[in-house]
């Protein structure tokens, strides 16, 4: 597609219940990057993959997160029993080098709310 | 202590009116820095990456300053479609590359008319 596509756009989630947000990279990018951001706050790094490589996970807040990229293509952010300090929009970038800082192209994101 | 920080505003400022936002980043191995522009409810898009040298991109001017590990922005003759929240961001070089970008908070503009 032109851009990164990112579903569901909106998620309303109870706490205790897992999740799965979906990126669509752009075709051919080889870098796919999840970020967190909380309202006010700017983004925070969460995960790296580099093709199907999952070479960063250093910003995932705890073991209920994970995430996964089985094609090189798509990815997954998984979050599982939910809290409500998960509650942010999930913006994922791809950009077409590895460890490509000049070239990203961000998602419109998915805005969780835990109730 | 954050990796990079900014003054969060809000600026409000009357259209026509110069404008500058600054940030500090504490990682002396930043390599790459950057300006990105978000727009409420948006995706952040780049507006313009920062160099040592200086560079402006029509009315926006980004410079860089390694020695006092401080970065900004001016905006002049702002407009009303100015109004955004810009985020000051770095990037590691070296063994610290992995690609990931580092974010401030951001700074929020308002231009009135």
């Known amino acids: 597609g032109a851009g990164v596509s990112q579903s569901p756009r909106y998620k309303v989630a109870k706490r205790g219940q897992d999740v799965a947000l979906r990126c669509d990279p752009i075709?051919?990018?080889?870098?796919l990057f999840w970020y967190q951001q909380a309202l006010g706050q700017g983004p925070e790094f969460l995960t790296y993959?580099?093709?199907?490589?999952?070479?960063?996970k250093s910003g995932l807040p705890s073991d209920r997160f994970f995430a996964e990229r089985p094609e090189g293509s798509v990815s997954t952010l998984k979050i599982q029993r939910t809290q409500q300090e998960d509650s942010a929009v999930y913006l994922c970038?791809?950009?077409?080098?590895?460890?490509?800082?000049?070239?990203?192209?961000f998602g419109s994101g998915t805005r969780l709310t835990v109730v | 202590r954050k990796e990079v920080e900014q003054d969060p505003g809000p600026f409000n400022v009357p259209e026509g009116a110069t404008v500058a936002f600054n940030c500090t980043y504490s990682n002396s191995a930043s390599q790459s820095f950057f300006w990105y522009r978000q727009d409420c409810r948006k995706e952040p898009k780049l507006l313009m990456s920062?160099?040592?040298s200086g560079n402006e991109d029509g009315r926006f001017t980004a410079q860089l300053n390694r020695a006092s590990q401080y970065i900004s922005l001016l905006i002049r003759d702002s407009k009303l479609s100015d109004s955004a929240t810009y985020l000051c961001?770095?990037?590691?070089?070296?063994?610290?590359?992995?690609?990931?970008?580092?974010f401030g908070q951001g700074t929020t503009l308002q231009v009135k008319p």
């Open positions: 970038a791809s950009s077409l080098f590895e460890r490509d800082t000049y070239g990203y192209t």
């Open positions: 075709s051919g990018h080889v870098s």
């Open positions: 961001v770095v990037a590691l070089g070296g063994s610290g590359n992995t690609g990931k970008l580092i």
């Open positions: 920062v160099y040592s």
């Open positions: 993959f580099q093709n199907e490589a999952q070479l960063d």
